[in-house]
């Protein structure tokens, strides 16, 4: 018990197989945390141990939304074997907590419902990336059904992503040059390109469009602009 523990108050992960056992522990020592404390220093730990919960559940059972009224009747916040749930106002304020740390991000302006980023769109976008590098998926296009329903990529950790996550993740891999996201035949999709590309991405988007027509122009990496490079 003490090993689940310490291996959760760290934010350590808990696999899906071991999760019960797990949960079950965690929901006896949260037992008497179902009210957060006035006390400033008893209620921020309350929040980081609440928030390490949220992170590691999501995580153990591949979810990546929560919403607010649904949440609140799940076994993460109430135990019907003790009797104790969590309020609307505390789950809030949990949330709060972790949206301040990038933990979760709100979908909606009246946040009723959020993403749980027990991993964050850049780590997804690199997961994405180095499947699509070690499959010679680079050049090419894939829909987003392929990627995340398709048959090459059920063995991976993206299978299954959230559409609205995955489209977030695609769009940190656009900031930094590797995909581009597009729609053909009413399919949307995303085009990954090789790390040369990308560099050389930088100096078209800087030449003007005039030079970039002329195919005898050529712009050295070292004649751009530092900030894009």
């Known amino acids: 018990m003490q090993s689940s523990w310490n291996k959760w108050q760290h934010g350590s992960s808990v696999t899906t197989s071991s999760w019960p056992y797990f949960f079950k522990q965690m929901e006896q020592l949260l037992s008497a945390s179902f009210t957060l404390q006035p006390t400033l220093a008893t209620r921020e730990k309350q929040l980081e141990a609440w928030s390490n919960l949220v992170l590691n559940y999501y995580r153990a059972h591949k979810a990546y939304v929560l919403d607010i009224a649904e949440a609140l009747a799940s076994p993460l916040f109430h135990n019907k074997d003790i009797s104790r749930k969590l309020s609307a106002d505390a789950l809030r304020e949990i949330l709060k907590?972790?949206?301040?740390?990038?933990?979760?991000?709100?979908?909606?302006?009246?946040?009723?419902?959020?993403y749980v980023f027990w991993r964050s769109p850049e780590e997804w976008g690199k997961l994405i990336y180095d499947w699509a590098d070690g499959t010679g998926q680079l050049n090419s296009v894939c829909t987003f059904y392929e990627l995340v329903q398709g048959d090459d990529t059920a063995d991976t950790e993206f299978a299954g992503l959230d559409l609205d996550l995955l489209r977030l993740s695609?769009?940190?891999?656009?900031?930094?040059?590797?995909?581009?996201?597009?729609?053909?035949?009413?399919?949307?999709?995303?085009?990954?390109?090789?790390?040369?590309?990308?560099?050389?991405?930088?100096?078209?988007?800087?030449?003007?469009?005039?030079?970039?027509?002329?195919?005898?122009?050529?712009?050295?990496?070292?004649?751009?602009?530092?900030?894009?490079?």
């Open 97 to 114: 907590s972790m949206s301040s740390r990038g933990q979760v991000a709100w979908t909606d302006k009246q946040q009723t419902r959020c």
């Open 170 to 229: 695609l769009q940190a891999l656009e900031k930094q040059g590797k995909a581009e996201m597009i729609t053909f035949d009413g399919s949307e999709g995303v085009k990954f390109f090789n790390s040369l590309f990308s560099a050389e991405y930088k100096v078209l988007a800087w030449i003007s469009p005039e030079a970039q027509r002329h195919a005898c122009t050529v712009l050295p990496l070292t004649s751009a602009p530092a900030s894009l490079i």
